[in-house]
């Protein structure tokens, strides 16, 4: 089982759509979270940490579900600038240390 | 503000040629460094951390290898590139935690041919 999962998709969706995203993770010791957006040929940038309350920045809501081990991104109102792959993140907990394991993504495709 | 850069943006090599690819943090101090792999259509592979001047730790077996000379530069290198070696080279940064936000620099695209 892969540590960090998500459906690559791609998620089609009009513009002004609301989409989710789910991601699970396997390490239930995980402390760390985060979403960060990856457009094509480009760097990944942090989107926003997810925190064990769930956060809200703007159209972006995170939401952690630490007895299910997942973690899940909702997207309101869906811009055709939201395009591109969103990448779960979580720690990893190894005897090196803790470092940050990343999902493969997911891709979202915003259509007129 | 901190800003990380990578040079250079764009690498064609031919098998069996080395390489040396670098980055620099701004801004920083003792900053934990990384250097990242994203093959086509896959996802990030961590290859190399350190915490500090002349500490490197490997992820996985190949035949790269990385250094810090000083406090913000972190040089991955080979002596003889392989076809696999293709790939999204990503340099990150952060301070405090290894745990903590990770920022990445614009990356290297490496072709080897």
């Known amino acids: 089982r892969k540590e960090v999962e998500q459906d690559p998709g791609p998620f089609n969706v009009p513009e002004g759509a609301t989409v989710a995203f789910n991601c699970t993770y396997s390490?239930?010791?995980?402390?760390?979270f985060f979403w960060y957006r990856q457009d094509c040929r480009k760097e990944p940038k942090l989107l926003m940490s997810?925190?064990?309350s769930g956060n809200e920045d703007g159209r972006f809501t995170a939401q952690l579900n630490r007895a299910s081990q997942y973690i899940s991104l909702l997207i309101r109102d869906s811009k055709l600038s939201d395009s591109a792959t969103y990448l779960c993140?979580?720690?990893?907990?190894?005897?090196?240390?803790?470092?940050?394991?990343f999902g493969t993504g997911t891709q979202l495709k915003v259509e007129l | 503000s901190q800003t990380i850069h990578q040079w250079p943006a764009t690498l064609v090599q031919p098998v069996g040629s080395p390489l040396s690819l670098e980055c620099t943090v701004e801004?920083?101090?003792?900053?934990?460094l990384y250097w990242y792999r994203q093959a086509a259509g896959r996802g990030l592979q961590l290859l190399f951390y350190?915490?500090?001047?002349?500490?490197i730790s490997s992820e996985v077996p190949q035949n790269l290898s990385a250094s810090r000379p000083q406090d913000r530069q972190f040089i991955l290198s080979s002596k003889k590139l392989l076809l696999s070696d293709s790939g999204f080279y990503l340099c990150?940064?952060?301070?405090?935690?290894?745990?903590?936000?990770?920022?990445f620099g614009p990356g290297t695209r490496l072709t080897v041919l």
């Open positions: 990150a940064w952060n301070g405090g935690t290894p745990t903590d936000t990770q920022y």
């Open positions: 390490n239930s010791a995980s402390q760390s």
């Open positions: 997810v925190y064990s």
């Open positions: 993140v979580v720690n990893r907990i190894t005897g090196g240390g803790n470092k940050l394991t």
């Open positions: 801004g920083t101090s003792n900053p934990n």
């Open positions: 350190s915490v500090g001047i002349g500490q």
